[in-house]
């Protein structure tokens, strides 16, 4: 859907002109995706694999490879010392050698090394690959943003109803990676996720942190985390509008804020949504997604040094030139 918000982070990254890896070049959905984004000029396309493997997908795709770097981890001329860079990064945790080797034989493993090293500035894979690969090879390549602890995830949901949060987009988090947040973590899935909407939406964030609780109206451990998570965030970014524990309709409707929470600087008007857990998270989007008539982007991941973002295993090729533009725009 045609978006105000979509189309500041396209024009975005068609003026920044960053560098994407791409590295599942053995899946005809990226390799298509990879041909959209740089014939619109979004970004510049790197892919990943041995060279005449990738050369013949392309070919039986019917997609042309021209202007498109091609990286193969096995004979780049930097393998070596990415090897012992993450060798030295990993050993605490009782990498070997020889395991940093077989680690960076995988291409969204080297392409995380590569951003790490300035060669390029950010990723989108998952297409085939589960979250934690995406995960673990952004935190072995670019590692945690300064002052963050934790990997988590938003989603950027889009409606046609201008109303709605950001000209109808707003953020949900986490959607994809953190089970289970403690108070801790939960702060920082809300402080990243604040960060997100400056960022993608570019208005100010005004960050509810959902239970089925507001204001005390009913009392569980799960409720006290959203408390306490609340008053760890509010501590760290006191510039930062936050409040909780609110239910989702004391979040969105001024009218329900009138009664339940009246004078809270979030209720009524929130753009950014902090789920207490992944399950409510995921389940949320999804119900967004489907029932609602949501345009979903993501998960884009939070809390990292550089933008390397999620795909669902079941996305299209429209969906990875998406979530590309995205990254670009993010670098």
């Given at each position: 859907?045609?978006?105000?918000?979509?189309?500041?982070?396209?024009?975005?990254?068609?003026?920044?002109?960053?560098?994407?890896?791409?590295?599942?070049?053995?899946?005809?959905?990226?390799?298509?995706?990879?041909?959209?984004?740089?014939?619109?000029?979004?970004?510049?396309?790197?892919?990943?694999?041995?060279?005449?493997?990738?050369?013949?997908?392309?070919?039986?795709?019917?997609?042309?490879?021209?202007?498109?770097?091609?990286?193969?981890?096995?004979?780049?001329?930097?393998?070596?010392?990415?090897?012992?860079?993450?060798?030295?990064?990993?050993?605490?945790?009782?990498?070997?050698?020889?395991?940093?080797?077989?680690?960076?034989?995988?291409?969204?493993?080297?392409?995380?090394?590569?951003?790490?090293?300035?060669?390029?500035?950010?990723?989108?894979?998952?297409?085939?690959?589960?979250?934690?690969?995406?995960?673990?090879?952004?935190?072995?390549?670019?590692?945690?943003?300064?002052?963050?602890?934790?990997?988590?995830?938003?989603?950027?949901?889009?409606?046609?109803?201008?109303?709605?949060?950001?000209?109808?987009?707003?953020?949900?988090?986490?959607?994809?990676?953190?089970?289970?947040?403690?108070?801790?973590?939960?702060?920082?899935?809300?402080?990243?996720g604040a960060e997100a909407c400056r960022t993608l939406l570019d208005a100010e964030p005004l960050v509810a942190m959902l239970s089925f609780s507001t204001k005390?109206?009913?009392?569980?451990?799960?409720?006290?985390?959203?408390?306490?998570?609340?008053?760890?965030?509010?501590?760290?970014?006191?510039?930062?509008?936050?409040?909780?524990?609110?239910?989702?309709?004391?979040?969105?409707?001024?009218?329900?804020?009138?009664?339940?929470?009246?004078?809270?600087?979030?209720?009524?008007?929130?753009?950014?949504?902090?789920?207490?857990?992944?399950?409510?998270?995921?389940?949320?989007?999804?119900?967004?997604?489907?029932?609602?008539?949501?345009?979903?982007?993501?998960?884009?991941?939070?809390?990292?040094?550089?933008?390397?973002?999620?795909?669902?295993?079941?996305?299209?090729?429209?969906?990875?030139?998406?979530?590309?533009?995205?990254?670009?725009?993010?670098?």
């Amino acid at each position: 859907m045609s978006n105000p918000v979509m189309e500041r982070i396209y024009a975005t990254a068609r003026k920044l002109q960053k560098r994407v890896a791409l590295p599942e070049a053995d899946d005809s959905r990226v390799i298509q995706a990879a041909r959209m984004t740089q014939d619109l000029g979004y970004a510049k396309i790197t892919l990943f694999g041995e060279m005449n493997a990738v050369r013949q997908k392309a070919s039986a795709e019917g997609v042309r490879l021209d202007g498109i770097e091609i990286v193969d981890p096995m004979t780049d001329p930097m393998r070596e010392t990415y090897i012992d860079r993450l060798y030295e990064k990993r050993k605490h945790k009782d990498m070997s050698r020889d395991d940093a080797d077989k680690i960076l034989s995988r291409t969204m493993y080297y392409a995380g090394m590569m951003i790490g090293d300035g060669r390029l500035d950010g990723m989108v894979t998952g297409a085939a690959t589960p979250t934690r690969d995406t995960v673990r090879a952004a935190l072995f390549g670019v590692g945690l943003a300064k002052g963050n602890s934790t990997v988590s995830s938003c989603s950027v949901m889009l409606t046609q109803l201008p109303e709605v949060g950001v000209h109808g987009a707003i953020v949900f988090a986490d959607t994809g990676v953190v089970p289970e947040p403690t108070p801790e973590q939960l702060a920082d899935i809300a402080i990243a996720g604040a960060e997100a909407c400056r960022t993608l939406l570019d208005a100010e964030p005004l960050v509810a942190m959902l239970s089925f609780s507001t204001k005390g109206s009913a009392y569980s451990p799960s409720v006290q985390k959203v408390i306490d998570a609340t008053k760890i965030a509010q501590t760290r970014r006191p510039d930062l509008k936050i409040d909780g524990e609110l239910q989702f309709d004391a979040a969105v409707s001024p009218v329900v804020a009138a009664v339940k929470c009246r004078g809270s600087n979030v209720a009524g008007r929130a753009n950014v949504f902090i789920f207490p857990e992944i399950n409510s998270g995921n389940i949320g989007y999804k119900i967004a997604q489907r029932f609602g008539g949501f345009d979903a982007y993501g998960p884009i991941l939070l809390g990292l040094n550089a933008p390397i973002n999620d795909l669902s295993r079941g996305c299209n090729a429209d969906e990875v030139y998406k979530m590309a533009i995205i990254t670009a725009a993010l670098a």
